[in-house]
């Protein structure tokens, strides 16, 4: 079976443009969540959807948005780009949504680099 | 807000030595953890996820213990490998499935 995969695996952008990621879960998985990690540190949350439905937000600027497709796929969107959004990107799935937290299972990440 | 530390940042050890990484996380009222590794460039590769009532979680050369009184987790590799050569990230559920994470140890496992 097809882990989670993620694409595309790196770009390219300037100061001030518009990025789309996208994500694919395992297969079965209901629930995806995506995290920026800077060089150096540990992934920081930024979004997790379920069944569509946002269920979690991290500590980020209105600039970032994402949304959850009928297919269970997923798009994180970063308008206005700054310099400092230059990271990695992951996208995580599960099959549900426990309170306590359930296994995560990581795609490659999108590698983004603004100029 | 759940802040997560593992020390040391780095650290080296010879082929065939355990491995012993500390994780600590400072509110005692988690749920589950969960432990990963991340070669240079790559995504995370889940290794154990240990749940909020267990003390500890075993699969092959590795074994994780967790302390929730006193805000810690363990991993243990046994008998290192070069192939063990990777950063190991620690990750405390705070909700849901919304995971805070360490910064991670850099192993080297020296052949």
């Known amino acids: 079976d097809a882990g989670v995969t993620q694409s595309p695996t790196h770009l390219i952008k300037t100061r001030g443009q518009h990025v789309t990621l996208r994500c694919s879960p395992i297969?079965?998985?209901?629930?995806v969540s995506w995290y920026q990690q800077v060089l150096g540190q540990g992934p920081q949350f930024i979004f997790q959807?379920?069944?569509?439905?946002?269920?979690g937000r991290g500590n980020f600027p209105d600039r970032f948005s994402a949304r959850q497709f009928p297919n269970y796929s997923s798009e994180l969107n970063v308008n206005a780009l700054l310099l400092g959004d230059s990271a990695l990107y992951l996208c995580?799935?599960?099959?549900?949504?426990?309170?306590?937290?359930?296994?995560?299972?990581f795609g490659p990440g999108t590698r983004l680099l603004v100029l | 807000k759940q802040e997560v530390t593992q020390i040391p940042a780095a650290l080296s050890v010879p082929e065939g030595e355990n491995l012993v990484l500390n994780c600590s996380f400072t509110d005692s009222a988690i749920y589950n953890l969960q432990w990963f590794r991340q070669d240079p460039g790559k995504g995370l590769t889940s290794l154990l996820l240990?749940?909020?009532?267990?003390r500890e979680q075993t699969s092959g050369r590795l074994n994780a213990s967790l302390d929730k009184s006193s805000g810690r987790s363990t991993l243990y590799i046994a008998a290192s490998q070069p192939g063990d050569s990777a950063t190991y990230l620690c990750a405390v559920f705070y909700g849901n499935n919304r995971l805070a994470f360490g910064k991670g140890n850099q192993v080297v496992v020296i052949p």
């Open positions: 297969s079965g998985h209901k629930s």
């Open positions: 959807y379920y069944e569509k439905e946002e269920r």
């Open positions: 995580a799935s599960s099959f549900g949504d426990r309170g306590d937290g359930e296994t995560q299972y």
């Open positions: 240990i749940q909020s009532s267990q």
